[in-house]
Each structure stands twice: as structure tokens, then as C-alpha cells.
């Protein structure tokens, strides 16, 4: 019904994609947005100016990763603080600035007009749902982080 992960953000790092693995790609048949994550909001933008002078066609700024330990949601789930990732972010590129909301938030639509405000072009609705798994033998959360994204068909009502 739906799948619980924590794996993070796994990925090489900015320079080795723009260096060595965005040189490898095809752009003729497909287009490639970067997902830029940080710990600090001067991360945010360091690796989106990286991205700016790349072939790639947008920059998605991850403002919701629950599976890491700093940044990503911490941004994500107040208004003020994605606004100012986004800001940061749309100084250093003009490309098109697509950002990753995050469901857990006690007001989604503050959050993006406050995003949009800031600069972002376009959102992406919703990242994983939190979620966590219990193994009932031994009453101890199944997954390393105790708790993860939910994705899948879980999340959305059953009459979809």
C-alpha cells in the first residue's frame, strides 16, 4: 500500500554531477531538473549557483526531506525560513525555481505564497508524509532514523 523509506539524500555531490556525470547525458530527449538540498540556507544557494551555469533546464528546492538530520524540513514547514531559502536560491540562478513543499505543515498555502512570493515559478505538492513502522514482537521502531517518509498509494484516500 505504500512504501516507508529514510535513505536520505543520497547523491555524489554538486561538482561531480555537474563535472563529470551531466557531461554524459543526452539533453536532445530528455530534460533534467537538480534537486538542491542544504544544511544551511548559504548551502541552499552555494549549490544552486553551482547548478546555474549547467545544462540543466531547473533547480527543485528540496525544503522537505524528512530523512535528514539538518535542513530540508526544518526549512520546509515555516513560511519565513522557505522564503528565504527561495530567495537565496533565486539571487545566484535564473532558472526556473521549482519548490518541493513539505505535507507536514500546519498551513501548505501560506507556505507556497510565501514561496512564490520569494521567487520560486512553480511547486511541487507534496514530498513523503511521515510516517513510521513498529515491530509488534519486539515493540521497537523498524527503521534506523524511527521514522521516515510515507509514499504510495497510503497517502491518499481510497476512492482515488
Known amino acids: ?45 552555494e549549490v544552486t549557483r553551482r547548478f546555474d551555469d549547467s545544462p540543466i533546464d531547473a533547480i527543485e528546492i528540496n525544503i522537505s526531506c524528512p530523512n535528514i538530520k539538518e535542513g530540508g524540513v526544518a526549512f520546509g514547514n515555516y513560511p519565513e525560513m522557505s522564503a528565504r531559502v527561495v530567495e537565496a536560491c533565486r539571487k545566484v540562478t535564473s532558472k526556473p ?11 501548505i498555502a501560506e507556505n507556497a505564497r510565501a514561496c512564490i512570493e520569494a521567487g520560486s ?5 507534496i514530498n513523503t508524509i511521515m510516517g513510521m513502522a513498529v515491530d509488534t514482537e519486539s515493540r521497537t521502531p523498524v527503521i534506523g532514523n524511527v521514522q521516515g517518509g510515507l509514499s504510495g498509494p497510503a ?6
Not at 515559478?121 to 505538492?125: F, R
Not at 497517502?155 to 482515488?160: E, L
Open 155 to 160: 497517502i491518499r484516500p481510497s476512492h482515488y
Open 97 to 107: 525555481i521549482i519548490t518541493k513543499l513539505s505535507p507536514n505543515q500546519t498551513d
Open 1 to 45: 500500500m505504500g512504501m516507508l523509506n529514510a535513505i536520505g539524500l543520497q547523491n555524489p555531490g554538486a561538482d561531480k554531477v555537474v563535472d563529470e556525470i551531466l557531461p554524459t547525458l543526452d539533453f536532445d530527449e530528455t530534460r533534467f531538473f537538480a534537486n538542491v538540498c542544504g544544511s544551511t540556507i548559504e548551502d541552499y544557494a
Open 121 to 125: 515559478d512553480a511547486l511541487a505538492v
